[in-house]
């Protein structure tokens, strides 16, 4: 079987079986995205969470750091208050930390080339640890994934360490981290319709012409006059964020120039 | 100029250009794994820190999450005791926030094999969010990232939202991690090693006996009878992080079986 016949059959095979997430169904903010994706025939999601904040509970110390005995005390996909936390709070005896996590998306890809276009929306949306991933046999999956989190230990073998002021303080962060999360997914959103449409229109015209677009697309520094470049917005730099290469903390020699 | 020569041209001119970094050097625990690569043909780095525990003040507001009115004020390398922060807290005026942040590393492969080969390495040594780019031109890196953060704001506009007990906490914490980092980068440094050998070999041999040595090559499920794939420990599946992939939160959809 070809590739191209082969990446049909498993996206076809992947789509039709259930959604093992303890959830069942993939977020709302997230939805169009994947359908978008699951759309296309180059494409096809594999996991996805739009953003959340949780209150996870490990063993009974913290530094004894074993997945086994991690549990889940509030996991909630909108803005929470304090009172949320406190009273989750109090069923925790062990180590309780509070976490929010942007975006997670994983979309496998027909080529190389589709997971190159698609790690190309994704940086410039702001989700700047993305990355692909080449299996031996030439699997190819983007992960996007944004360095936009928070990880916050609030109790020590059920003793509460913070103030429920501190709390309140430390949700409105989450919330406002929350919000920034969902306006880097609609500027995903965004600039994944342009990128496709894009696509398209080079797919169908003149190989020479192709080519030509193809070089053109997905500049860092967008033209304000064309409008196909519009998703690439200045907003992205503004953020506070690990953007390891402009850190002036990490050692670093320089690039040799975009090739 | 073909590749293996443009390659080679643009390692010499970016490894005789000066460290541009605030410290202006290669950290110490990364510097074994920095000349092991750059020793290699293939390879090279562009960016690296072996993971530090810093204090970041942010403008007047975290809520206002401006990049530019961001400044240090404390950056290790090593475990820190609270009065370290207490003392680096006294200088903020705005929002401080601490945090832990594991090894981040940039290489510049040669070709995609190079960097599949290399994330192999990262991911079995515990390195989760690591992933390739890919630039328009064939440009190929490899980032090296973990899961294992710490981000906790600590102060609000000057005032200190916390109890220094909770500093204290804090810290045992973040010098865990930063241990358990520590561990991944050794685990990193000797999986890298056999890796490479393993490279050297395969290269030198039949061109059937490399197909088949390659395709038996960094198992998920080590076998133990194999020396050479000793590198692969059970240990990196005991450390609570967010492995996606795991997480019975995110939406997920059957893998195809590895390809």
Redesign the interface.
Known sequence: MDRRA?FKR?KA???S???????G???EDVVEIVQLLNGREQFF?????AG?I?LLE?GMD??E????N?C?LL?SHKPCVKDDVIVALKKANGDAILKF?PL?L?V?CRQ?QD??IL?SVAIDSGFR???????????TML?V?STH?????LS?KGKL???E??ID??L??AN?KME?NKKRIERFYNCLQLALEKETTTTNSHPKEKIKE??NS?KKKSNPGKAHDKCVTEEN?????????D??????????E??
């Not at 750091?65 to 086994?68: A, I, M, R, T, Y």
Request: charged share 30%; with cysteine.
């Open positions: 082969e498993w095979q992947c789509l079986k259930a959604d093992f997430s303890r959830k169904c993939v977020d999601t594999t996991s996805s969470c959340r949780i490990q913290s530094l750091v074993q997945k086994q991690c889940w996991v996590e997670v994983h496998q190389l997971a190159q790690h640890n993305s990355g692909i991933t080449v299996g031996k046999r030439g699997k992960a994934r989190g928070l990880e916050v230990p020590h360490m913070v103030t002021e501190y303080f430390l409105k962060i406002h920034e193809k070089n997905y730099d503004k953020v506070l964020e690990n953007d390891d290469d850190d002036p903390g990490i050692s670093v020699t320089i690039f040799p975009d090739y």
